[in-house]
């Protein structure tokens, strides 16, 4: 026992002194430290959090606080009992208000960002195309929202929406019989995540399309090529990596939107970041919120990756 | 351009941008409005205004916001920088992959996915070692300083990139040490990115209603979160009289902002052309 003690503390001081060795064989302790921080702060603060959030997926429920049970327990004398139970996924997989939700946020997400392209790019194409002087007012117009309370632009649709609100009020000025029912519907929710996320488009998009080389637009036209054809087929290829950042830009938070849904939506616009809130906080059910949270995690992990790509693609490009 | 095509993306432009200012002009109008009812036009009046300033809960929520939000802009522009400039100027260190997944991570991580993950370490942490002992002010800010430093290392790290290393190397072989250089040379040239960095983090801070809600304790309520409760219930004008102030705070800030940056450009261009004539 004292043997085997010893024997721990001088690998211990081995280890230490071979550390410290390497650290004045770099002289590089400054360099460390710049790297060593930031990773040190996101490893316990981004990344153990995903594995702690895993392990409470996979234990049970119960009353109290925290309202799971430990994923570890001693059992008999010193033997570790892992017990791992899956059966928060079954829930997901075999209810059908999980599986609504999640197409349903798909599908939400996957039409806004549509739109979002298609309102975006002329928006970027026109600011990246203007006179100089005009080019830094507009971005700064596009800027400005995203500078002001999200939560309150969000809330603006209220009273824009409602059946007694402002558009509404117009439209029966014009010779409408009847208000629209707008609020809580699935067309608010489409209509507050193009508002919202508009200009996290249009920023990388005016980036792409501002380096765009004009002179390969003018061969094209002195070649006979017509205008739709030169964009499809010069501008758009060349533009890719703006369009797959905004898209994703917009695409993922997009899936896992609360705010929007819980203000503009109806009852019916379920979405899974709602889902997941009212786990947590009404049903106060933490296992199955954090198994909501890993099955998000796995839907959005292929268009991560996919923005993480581009975003080396134009730090490479910048080089 | 064709002239039709010119004329489409004109009018995409000025649609796109009434899209983005109507709501927010709405809510300016509807601030000075006399009835409760916010459909209802009944007269212009600054009633709401005087009652925001009574509203103790308001304003002791907005005092906690902009505590956290200052206090954590300060660390993760800290953070940020130091990430930042690891990725744009260390070459191919080992770990530069996962530093550089988990910096950009963030940027489009859910908020869900941020609050709830963070909540759940914070409740660990407490049963394994005891701290933090509850959740409150302290929870709020690391878990903001944890994505809103993602924002301030791609904003160093781009400028970074887009700048020419020449300058440093220079200082370097005239004998300067990496931390001289760094305080002498690089942190002036990109001091703008990160005060860019640092008004990001802070806007973000004091934007965020879905993360405070997951790792904010009993008594510790962000602004965003009574903002959250009460519009929840409907439209009320007081959050649109709030909403006026912080527009008109923003759009101040960010105008002479602009102006300031404009001057700079000028002055510089002038000293350019002074440089080209005096060389002459």
Not at chain 2, 13 to 37: A, K
Request: charged share 15%; glycine share 8%.
């Amino acid at each position: 026992m004292r043997l085997a003690e010893l024997r721990a503390w001088i690998r211990a001081l081995g280890t230490w002194r071979w550390a410290s060795h390497r650290l004045r064989g770099w002289r590089q302790g400054g360099r460390t430290a710049v790297m060593g921080v930031p990773t040190l702060w996101l490893l316990l603060f981004f990344l153990v959090p995903f594995i702690i959030v895993f392990k409470i997926s996979v234990s049970d429920a119960r009353l109290g606080m925290p309202p799971y049970e430990p994923l570890f327990t001693w059992a008999q004398a010193q033997v570790m009992q892992l017990k791992l139970n899956f059966a928060n996924y079954a829930f997901l997989f075999e209810d059908a208000l999980y599986r609504n939700a999640y197409l349903n946020s798909v599908v939400t997400a996957g039409i806004s960002t549509l739109i979002c392209l298609l309102i975006g790019y002329p928006m970027a194409y026109g600011i990246a195309r203007s006179k100089p002087a005009w080019r830094n007012l507009l971005l700064l117009l596009v800027m400005l929202p995203f500078w002001t309370s999200f939560l309150l632009r969000v809330y603006a649709w209220i009273g824009l929406l409602r059946t007694d609100g402002v558009i509404n009020k117009a439209l029966m000025f014009l010779g409408l019989d009847e208000p629209l029912v707008m609020l809580q519907t699935n067309f608010a929710v489409y209509l507050g995540i193009v508002y919202s996320y508009l200009p996290f488009m249009i920023l990388p998009l005016y980036t792409a399309i501002e380096r765009l080389d004009l002179t390969l637009l003018e061969a094209a036209a002195d070649l006979g090529c017509k205008p739709t054809k030169a964009f499809l087929r010069i501008t758009v290829p060349l533009t890719k990596g703006g369009i797959i950042a905004g898209c994703m830009l917009v695409f993922i938070p997009a899936v896992g939107e609360f705010v929007i849904p819980a203000l503009l939506g109806g009852p019916d616009s379920l979405m899974i970041g709602r889902v997941l809130w009212e786990e947590f906080f009404n049903n106060r059910d933490w296992p199955v919120a954090s198994a909501v949270a890993i099955a998000m995690l796995l839907l959005l992990v292929i268009p991560i990756m996919i923005f993480q790509r581009a975003q080396g693609a134009r730090a490479g490009a910048h080089r | 351009m064709n002239a039709r095509k010119s004329v489409f993306v004109l009018t995409m432009l000025v649609l796109g941008f009434v899209f983005l200012y109507g709501p927010i002009l709405s809510l300016i109008i509807y601030s000075f409005n006399e009835s409760r009812l916010v459909t209802v036009w009944g007269g212009f009046s600054v009633k709401w205004y005087r009652e925001l300033l009574q509203n103790q809960q308001l304003l002791g929520a907005a005092w906690l916001s902009l505590k956290i939000a200052a206090l954590n802009a300060t660390c993760a522009t800290v953070l940020g920088t130091l990430a930042g400039l690891a990725l744009a100027r260390f070459g191919a260190f080992r770990g530069r992959a996962l530093l550089m997944g988990m910096a950009t991570a963030p940027l489009v991580m859910p908020e869900v996915i941020t609050g709830l993950s963070l909540l759940l370490l914070f409740v660990a942490m407490e049963q394994a070692i005891g701290w933090p002992a509850g959740r409150g002010m302290t929870t709020i800010t690391i878990a903001h300083i944890t994505f809103s430093m993602a924002y301030v290392t791609v904003v160093v790290q781009s400028r970074l990139a887009a700048l020419d290393e020449s300058l440093e190397e220079a200082a370097m072989d005239l004998g300067a040490r990496p931390a001289k250089v760094f305080f002498l040379i690089t942190l002036p040239i990109i001091m703008p990115a990160i005060l860019a960095g640092w008004l990001l983090a802070f806007t973000l801070s004091w934007d965020d209603l879905v993360i405070a809600s997951f790792v904010s304790g009993p008594g510790a309520s962000t602004l965003p979160i009574v903002i959250f409760s009460k519009v929840r219930l409907g439209v009320s004008p007081d959050i649109n009289a709030l909403a006026t102030i912080l527009v008109l705070i923003v759009a101040i800030g960010i105008v002479t902002a602009g102006i300031y940056m404009q001057r700079q450009q000028k002055r510089r261009d002038l000293d350019v052309q002074r440089a080209i004539a005096a060389n002459d």
